[in-house]
């Protein structure tokens, strides 16, 4: 099965950085994806990770070690408009199987 | 543009009363899917297509009918509607022609209210 698991909520300061983590236990996994989700809108991608290591892309970034089953998502100076719900996802052949978000507030 | 079309945006309807949220998408994507999403529970997958004439059931089927008919739509229909189905609903497509490192694209939504 996937069971995909990351923190329910987070709080951080304008300008600092945040890491949002995600653990998964998965068979068939085949990548990972992180999207981002204001309240009542559609989830929007960010990010994808089917090798270890990290990709960067200007402000975020995002990991993943495939042999411990874990990725995470760094925020980089962060900005008000960047509280948010971030999902954590990944792909078990053909389905895309979501966390359960992580609601990330940002306070000046 | 690019799109993932669904309506209607926003329905309140009432028990055992048959509906469909229609989804359209013009990127001649192969693969579709319906999500519905939940306080708490998060995105939770209730059926995809991966072309025309071929549906699968997702984690949440039960009381949700699709159909693939052409590749561009693909209707949620709820037979009989009941308010455990009061919901969140997410249609998303993706083209499986480059392999499995495709992003999913979502729609804007469907909130639906089953009194």
């Known amino acids: 099965g996937q069971n995909i698991d990351q923190p329910t909520e987070m709080t951080a300061t304008e300008g600092a950085i945040v890491q949002i983590n995600c653990t998964y236990q998965?068979?068939?996994?085949?990548?990972l994806f992180w999207y981002q989700q204001h309240a009542g809108e559609a989830p929007t991608f960010l990010s994808y990770?089917?090798?270890?290591g990290l990709e960067e892309k200007g402000r975020f970034s995002s990991f993943l070690s495939r042999s411990k089953g874990y990725s995470y998502l760094l925020l980089k100076e962060l900005q008000m408009k960047d509280s948010a719900s971030y999902l954590c996802?990944?792909?078990?052949?053909?389905?895309?199987?979501f966390g359960a978000g992580t609601r990330l507030t940002v306070k000046p | 543009e690019a799109q993932v079309t669904q309506n209607p945006r926003y329905l309140i309807t009432v028990t055992g009363k048959k509906l469909t949220v229609t989804c359209s998408q013009n990127?001649?994507?192969?693969?579709m899917s319906w999500y519905r999403q939940d306080p708490g529970l998060g995105l939770r997958q209730i059926y995809y297509?991966?072309?025309?004439?071929?549906?699968d059931k997702g984690d949440v089927p039960e009381g949700y009918k699709v159909s693939r008919k052409e590749k561009r739509n693909f209707p949620l229909i709820l037979e009989s509607p009941s308010p455990n189905q009061t919901s969140l609903y997410f249609c998303?497509?993706?083209?499986?022609?480059?392999?499995?490192?495709?992003?999913?694209?979502f729609g804007d939504g469907t909130r639906l209210s089953i009194l």
């Open positions: 990127m001649n994507h192969e693969y």
């Open positions: 297509s991966m072309n025309v004439e071929v549906t």
């Open positions: 998965t068979s068939g996994f085949n990548g």
């Open positions: 990770n089917v090798l270890d």
């Open positions: 998303a497509s993706r083209s499986l022609g480059t392999g499995e490192n495709q992003p999913q694209h």
């Open positions: 996802a990944g792909y078990n052949n053909n389905d895309m199987r």
